[in-house]
């Protein structure tokens, strides 16, 4: 049976590796989940959708762990095991060779990967809210003709104490009018 096999699991220094995916989403974690784990091969090229996939190392997690769905430190040992005994069915060598394998390419590992993570580009957002020949109403009244902002006068509805109505359009034109 798979799960009886050696390997130099503590020789290497997978335990902080294996803290370091167990704690991958959640911070106080204490025992990896099956996700972390498939994280975790993944990231080390040991899960690669051809000799091992996704479900193998499901099935092998849900053997070891049963309905708890989480697994200890030496529990994982056991779930590699098994990972392994898959893994040799399909490449014809050992399930030692294959544990020592996928051991020295666990240990390869510092840490979870992220870099699959989208990046931002807002700069297309940016210039479409803030180009000015596209306001409309009262937005538009806040920038002069060349874009720039008018500041107070551009937010306020200020009042001129000019004694006159506030459309009337002949403003001082009473004294030119009149010869005053």
Known sequence: ???????????????KKWDAFTKFGAATATEMTGKNFD??????????????????????????TGPKKKATFDETKKVLAFVAEDRAKKSQKSIQDE????????AKLEAPSVGGAAKTNAGGVYSRLTDHTKYTGAHK??????????????RDDTAENTGYVGAYKNKDTYDKAHGK
């Open 1 to 15: 049976m798979a799960a009886n096999a050696e390997f130099n699991w503590d020789n290497v220094d997978v335990k």
């Open 39 to 64: 994280k975790w091969l993944k990231d080390a090229g040991v899960l690669d959708n051809k000799t091992i996939t996704g479900t193998m190392t499901g099935i092998a997690f849900s053997k070891v």
């Open 99 to 106: 544990l020592d394998a996928i051991t020295e390419k666990l």
């Open 141 to 154: 009244e806040r920038f002069d003709a060349e874009g720039k902002g008018k500041g107070k006068s551009g």
